[in-house]
C-alpha cells in the first residue's frame, strides 16, 4: 500500500474536516470568554448553549443534563470520586465491572484508600456481566454501580438497560462509561435507565479536549474542581468553546449518517474476522462477535507476541494496538482480557484492530493479505513454540 492505514479508531480517530470547519471561528472571530457578558462572551456562551441543546436532544436528556468535561478521563473521575463524597452518609460501598477503562479502575482503588468499599462484577469469557452478579452484590450500604458501556478492548457491549433496573429498584445510582459507544450505536436515555454517562469527542471524529457527563436532575454529586462555577457549579474552568462546537458538529454528523455507516463497519468487521480466522491457524477471537461495537475487533495469535504484530504491521503501513490499549507500554497482561479467563501468553499474543470512517474493504483486504505471513514469520523465531504451550 502507498497510503498508510489506521486501524486504531478506538484509541483516537482523526477530526472530520466539516468538525474542524465548524471549529475555526472560534478560534478568532469569536474568541471570547462564555461567561463574559459583553458582545464576544454572548457570541462563545451562544454557540456552547446551542452545542449542549444539540447532544441532549440526541441522549433524549434536557440540556442542563449535560456538563463539559475536557476528557473521559476527567469524567469518569468527577463521576466516580464526585458521587462517592456526596453520598457517603448513605453508605461506601462500590460495584464497578472487572472491565472496566483503567480510568474507572484507578478512580475506584484511589477510593478504597480514601476508606471506600470497592469490588468488582465478575464478567464471563466474552468479557459480559451478568445483571445476576450486580443483584447479588448489592448491599444496604451501596451508593453506586459503574458498568462500560461497550468494552474498550474487546468491543463487547454490556446490557446496561437491565442493570438499571436492579440499581434502581434498589435506590443505587447507576453509571456507565459510553466513551467507545457514543456515536457508534444508538443511546437513547429515555430508554437505558442510567444516572450518569460519560461520552468523549476524540474517540467520534471531534478533537481533543472536551468530552460529557451526563447528570441526571437530583443527582448529588461533589465537584472535584473549585473556582468560577462553570457548567453550573460542576466543574469550574473556562470552558473550551471551540472543542465542545466541534465535538457537537461531529455528533450532528453522526445523526444524519448513523445508519448506513453502521451497516459499512459491520460489513468490513465481517471480512475481517473471517478472513483472519480462515486464513491463520490458532487464531481466536477475543470478545463477542455477535454482542459487540461494529468496529473493534480483538484477535489473540497463539506463539506469538501482539508488540511484534504491532511493529510488523507498522512496517507493512498498518497501524493497530495490543494489549491494553491504552496503557500498551506496559508489559502487565491486560485486566479486561484476565477477567476474561485468558492467560498471560494468550494476552501477550492480542492485537486490536478498530476501523472507522475512512477504512475501506480495500484496506481490509490488504491486511489479510500481509498478516499471514507476519504470523508466519513471527512464529518461526518465537522461543514460545504453539505445542509446548498448555492454552
Same mark, same amino acid.
Given at each position: 500500500m502507498k497510503k498508510r492505514i489506521y486501524l486504531d479508531y478506538a484509541?483516537?480517530?482523526?477530526?472530520?474536516?466539516?468538525?474542524?470547519?465548524?471549529?475555526?471561528?472560534?478560534?478568532?472571530?469569536?474568541?471570547?470568554?462564555?461567561?463574559?457578558?459583553?458582545?464576544?462572551?454572548?457570541?462563545?456562551?451562544?454557540?456552547?448553549?446551542?452545542?449542549?441543546?444539540?447532544?441532549?436532544?440526541?441522549?433524549?436528556?434536557?440540556?442542563?443534563?449535560?456538563?463539559?468535561?475536557?476528557?473521559?478521563?476527567?469524567?469518569?473521575?468527577?463521576?466516580?470520586?464526585?458521587?462517592?463524597?456526596?453520598?457517603?452518609?448513605?453508605?461506601?460501598?462500590?460495584?464497578?465491572?472487572?472491565?472496566?477503562h483503567d480510568c474507572v479502575l484507578k478512580s475506584a482503588l484511589w477510593l478504597v484508600k480514601q476508606g471506600f468499599q470497592?469490588?468488582?462484577?465478575?464478567?464471563?469469557?466474552?468479557?459480559?456481566?451478568?445483571?445476576?452478579?450486580?443483584?447479588?452484590?448489592?448491599?444496604?450500604?451501596?451508593?453506586?454501580?459503574?458498568?462500560?458501556?461497550?468494552?474498550?478492548?474487546?468491543?463487547?457491549?454490556?446490557?446496561?438497560?437491565?442493570?438499571?433496573?436492579?440499581?434502581?429498584?434498589?435506590?443505587?445510582?447507576?453509571?456507565?462509561d459510553a466513551s467507545q459507544s457514543f456515536a457508534k450505536i444508538p443511546l437513547n436515555l429515555e430508554k437505558l435507565k442510567v444516572d450518569?454517562? !460519560?461520552?468523549?469527542?476524540?474517540? #467520534?471524529? $471531534?478533537?481533543?479536549? /472536551?468530552?460529557? *457527563? &451526563?447528570?441526571?436532575?437530583?443527582? +448529588?454529586?461533589?465537584?472535584?474542581?473549585?473556582?468560577?462555577?462553570?457548567?453550573?457549579?460542576?466543574?469550574?474552568? !473556562?470552558?473550551?468553546?471551540?472543542? #465542545?462546537? $466541534?465535538?457537537?458538529? /461531529?455528533?450532528? *454528523? &453522526?445523526?444524519?449518517?448513523?445508519? +448506513?455507516?453502521?451497516?459499512?463497519?459491520?460489513?468490513?468487521?465481517t471480512i475481517l474476522i473471517k478472513g483472519v480466522l480462515k486464513k491463520i491457524n490458532f487464531s481466536y477471537l477475543n470478545g463477542s462477535e455477535e454482542n459487540s461495537l461494529p468496529n473493534i475487533v480483538s484477535f489473540r495469535f497463539l506463539g506469538v507476541e501482539g508488540e511484534s504484530i504491532v511493529m510488523r504491521l507498522d512496517m507493512k503501513g498498518v497501524a493497530v494496538a495490543s494489549g491494553s490499549a491504552c496503557s500498551s507500554q506496559t508489559l502487565t497482561p491486560s485486566h479486561v482480557l484476565t477477567a476474561c479467563g485468558l492467560k498471560p501468553a494468550e494476552i501477550h499474543g492480542t492485537v486490536r484492530f478498530s476501523l472507522g470512517r475512512w477504512t475501506t474493504k480495500e484496506e481490509i483486504n490488504y491486511v489479510l493479505q500481509v498478516l499471514p505471513e507476519i504470523i508466519k514469520s513471527l512464529r518461526k523465531i518465537s522461543p514460545f513454540k504453539i505445542n509446548r504451550i498448555n492454552y
Open positions: 484509541a483516537t480517530t482523526p477530526c472530520d474536516p466539516r468538525v474542524i470547519k465548524a471549529m475555526l471561528p472560534f478560534f478568532y472571530d469569536k474568541f471570547g470568554n462564555s461567561s463574559s457578558s459583553h458582545y464576544f462572551g454572548r457570541q462563545a456562551h451562544e454557540a456552547l448553549e446551542a452545542s449542549r441543546r444539540l447532544i441532549a436532544g440526541v441522549l433524549k436528556v434536557q440540556p442542563e443534563e449535560i456538563i463539559f468535561t475536557a476528557s473521559a478521563t476527567e469524567s469518569n473521575n468527577l463521576v466516580l470520586k464526585g458521587v462517592a463524597f456526596a453520598n457517603q452518609s448513605k453508605g461506601r460501598h462500590i460495584l464497578i465491572s472487572a472491565v472496566e470497592v469490588e468488582q462484577i465478575p464478567v464471563n469469557k466474552v468479557g459480559l456481566v451478568n445483571p445476576e452478579s450486580v443483584a447479588k452484590l448489592l448491599r444496604k450500604e451501596t451508593i453506586l454501580v459503574s458498568v462500560i458501556h461497550a468494552n474498550n478492548e474487546i468491543g463487547t457491549i454490556e446490557p446496561i438497560e437491565k442493570i438499571g433496573e436492579i440499581c434502581h429498584q434498589k435506590n443505587v445510582l447507576f453509571h456507565t450518569l454517562l !460519560t461520552a468523549s469527542s476524540h474517540k #467520534i471524529y $471531534g478533537p481533543k479536549g /472536551a468530552a460529557l *457527563i &451526563y447528570l441526571r436532575k437530583g443527582v +448529588k454529586l461533589e465537584p472535584l474542581l473549585h473556582g468560577g462555577g462553570h457548567e453550573q457549579g460542576w466543574r469550574s474552568s !473556562t470552558v473550551n468553546v471551540p472543542a #465542545i462546537v $466541534g465535538f457537537a458538529k /461531529a455528533v450532528e *454528523i &453522526y445523526e444524519k449518517t448513523r445508519d +448506513k455507516e453502521l451497516k459499512r463497519l459491520k460489513q468490513l468487521k
